[in-house]
């Protein structure tokens, strides 16, 4: 079976072990092939990505590993590039496209920090009204380029369990999401099923939900697992579970 996983974190940013402790996980998991997905630099919050000065060494470390296991698992080097990251996304082997914030005026909105600082956020900035903050989030997700991979695709959704603070079949959240896919699905992209959240503990199913799943598959998209590890113990979590979700 060919077990892969391109959505792994590592210390290099929020992430807990070294790449070469995933590398030597994943050989043990018998997996053909792992990449790496740093979080890309971001300005406006340096809590979690990676730093700026670290970003060559990144590179150059997983470069090596690439050839010291060479004749065990392919390794590629990739970037979770966030939407307002400065930082190139060039000279990787791929892109994962992600929203992880939202821009109004000078003020950047984390959306996946927790349900405090989202209903917060929503009460300060949108008036109370969740499906504008989903719509600027489509929005803005809308807008993603020179991405092969769409990261979480309705992240917006991570404090949502059991539709306790918006209903995701309200005619104004489909449309948002809607206009977002429709305009992903004319480039090459492919859209992750992200088991990240479920792991920890977030959501009982993976990102997006299967309602959006279905539209992407009605209108020719592709997916792939990947599981947003933390840590090595992560990879490829519930793979077998959603393995049949994948097309
Ligand atoms: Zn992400
Ligand atoms: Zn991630």
Known sequence: MYLCDLHIHTNYCDGADTPEEIVLEAIQKGMSRIGFSAHSYTYFDESYCIKKDKIQAYKDEISQLKEKYN?????????????????????????????HYLKTGDKFIPIDLSADCLTNAVRKYYNGDFYKI??????????????????????????????????????????????????????????????????????????????????????????????????????????????????
């Open 71 to 99: 004749d065990k698992i392919e390794i590629l080097c990739g970037i979770e590039q966030d939407f307002y990251s400065n930082e190139r996304a060039d000279g990787y082997d791929y892109v994962i496209g992600s929203v």
């Open 134 to 247: 989903a719509e600027d989030y489509f929005s803005t997700v809308a807008k993603i380029k020179n991405a092969q991979i769409i990261g979480h695709f309705d992240l917006i959704t991570k404090f949502n369990e059991g539709f306790c603070l918006f209903d995701e079949s309200d005619e104004r959240y489909v449309n948002a999401y809607k206009n977002a896919l429709d305009m992903l699905l004319k480039q090459d992209v492919i859209f992750e099923i992200n088991t990240g959240a479920i792991s920890r503990g977030f959501k009982n199913e993976p990102y997006p939900s299967r309602v959006i799943l279905d539209y992407i598959r009605k209108n020719g998209g592709k997916t792939i697992l990947s599981s947003d590890c933390h840590k090595k113990e992560a990879l490829m979590i519930n793979f077998d579970k959603y393995q049949s979700w994948v097309f």
